[in-house]
């Protein structure tokens, strides 16, 4: 599979109830050979809108933090679990989880990053550990097979609670100090 294939393939898809309700599908951007890939759980109204990932606050968010850090979007991979937009952004199903794993198993050897970082607690819980607690467990890495895994707070989390935005910088400067080593 390319990822012109992935991409038909993820457009096509109807293995779940949001494809009725979706305006686009959001696969990802960035470097398709990155090495760092950040995976967030879901997209948000303006990527549903655009068909891109972390375009609304968050995504700004996010961007700041890499411009912070120093990590260059030629580095960078950014996608979410899901592919279409949950009604009135609610968390993902499990079903629908189950539905659009396949899609990102796929970005994953199409890409083959060396980091994976999850964005908030619903990726790490579907892709470190179900039992993962966010606040107790982010910022700390994980060997899942050839990856190694991280993660931090979803943006969106730091646009609700800034006093987390330190614990985030943190993290992000941890991220950027491996990526310099792989």
Known sequence: MNFSELEKSIGECQKCSLCQTRK?????????????????????????LQGLPFVGAAGKLLDQYLIACDIS??????CNILKCRPP???????????ACMEHLRNQVRLIRPKIIVCLGRIAAKRMIDADFRI???HGRW???GAFRMMAVYHPSAL?????????????????KRLLETV
């Open 88 to 98: 009135h952004n609610r968390d993902p199903l499990p079903e629908e989880e189950d």
């Open 142 to 144: 994980y060997n899942k």
């Open 73 to 78: 979007m030629e580095d960078v991979y950014i």
């Open 135 to 137: 606040t107790a467990n």
């Open 24 to 48: 686009h599908t959001v696969v990802g951007k960035g470097n398709p050979a990155a090495k760092l890939m950040f995976v967030g759980e879901a997209p948000g109204e303006q990527e549903d």
């Open 159 to 175: 646009l609700r609670d800034p006093a987390k935005r330190e614990d985030m910088l943190r993290d992000m400067m941890e991220i």
